[in-house]
């Protein structure tokens, strides 16, 4: 799909969201899927679920630009872990010392 189009961006994430709708635990936005769980085990069966939906329709990965089983993450700005989602230091920290 041509994502010039205007509308190209917002009909990739309907398609991505019908086609991991149902799945516990995970979040999409374009061409990013954030997976998570209490533990590794849930963890681990939630992305096998999304690596099994998107087999089945033949989409795949760039593994380069995966990570797997990782305890914070830094995303769109933010740092993500299981204390929650705080923006990064170092966009504070710009801001305060404008």
Same mark, same amino acid.
């Given at each position: 799909?041509?994502?010039?189009?205007?509308?190209?961006?917002?009909?990739?994430?309907?398609?991505?969201?019908?086609?991991?709708?149902?799945? *516990?635990?995970? $979040?999409?936005?374009?061409?990013?899927?954030?997976?998570?769980?209490?533990? =590794?085990? =849930?963890?681990?069966?939630?992305?096998?679920?999304?690596? *099994?939906?998107? +087999?089945?329709?033949?989409?795949?990965?760039?593994?380069?630009?995966?990570?797997?089983?990782?305890? =914070?993450?830094?995303?769109?700005?933010?740092?993500?872990?299981?204390?929650?989602? =705080?923006?990064? $230091? +170092?966009?504070?920290?710009?801001?305060?010392?404008?």
């Amino acid at each position: 799909m041509p994502f010039g189009l205007a509308s190209a961006a917002a009909v990739f994430q309907r398609a991505m969201e019908r086609l991991l709708g149902g799945l *516990q635990g995970i $979040k999409v936005y374009q061409d990013d899927i954030l997976v998570y769980g209490r533990d =590794e085990k =849930e963890h681990n069966e939630r992305v096998r679920g999304v690596l *099994q939906r998107l +087999e089945k329709s033949g989409l795949t990965l760039k593994a380069g630009k995966c990570k797997f089983n990782v305890h =914070e993450i830094d995303y769109l700005g933010h740092k993500i872990s299981s204390k929650g989602i =705080e923006p990064k $230091k +170092e966009l504070v920290d710009t801001i305060i010392n404008f």
